[in-house]
């Protein structure tokens, strides 16, 4: 996935390789929303996604084969989740959200311990 810092690197590139004399102070805001709105709704590639994916199941087959109980049931619909490990629940994924942002969550829950606390 880019980083913000690439999108916005990537926005001032194309503008300054249009405009060759420009300098930073001529830069229009409307570049910097660009990339404020590319990165807020960035979608993993593909091959991310499957690497993602992966280290989702990975960590899947690992919790099983420590024997712990691993459990996903319905959460608040649309592409969300929630998952249990040995009685302690958390939530995967936002209403609304695309499933790329579902994978991510998931990711992050299980092999970044980002997200939500586990109760």
């Known amino acids: 996935m880019k980083t913000k ?3 916005l690197n990537n926005k001032l590139s194309t503008f300054f390789d249009k405009n060759k004399t420009a300098r930073f102070d001529d830069v229009p805001h409307s570049v910097f ?9 960035h979608k993993t590639t593909p091959v991310e ?11 899947i087959v690992n919790i099983v084969n420590e ?11 649309d592409n969300t989740l929630t998952i ?17 942002q579902l994978i991510d969550s998931l990711d992050d829950t299980l092999n970044k ?6 109760r």
């Open 5 to 7: 810092e690439e999108i």
């Open 33 to 41: 929303y660009e990339a404020m709105e590319e990165y807020a709704n």
């Open 49 to 59: 996604n499957r690497v993602s994916l992966r280290a989702v199941f990975e960590k």
């Open 67 to 77: 024997g712990k109980r691993f459990v996903v049931t319905q959460d608040f619909g």
């Open 84 to 100: 249990e490990i040995d009685g302690k629940h958390t939530h995967c994924g936002s209403p609304g959200g695309t499933f790329e």
């Open 113 to 118: 311990q980002k997200g939500l606390s586990w």
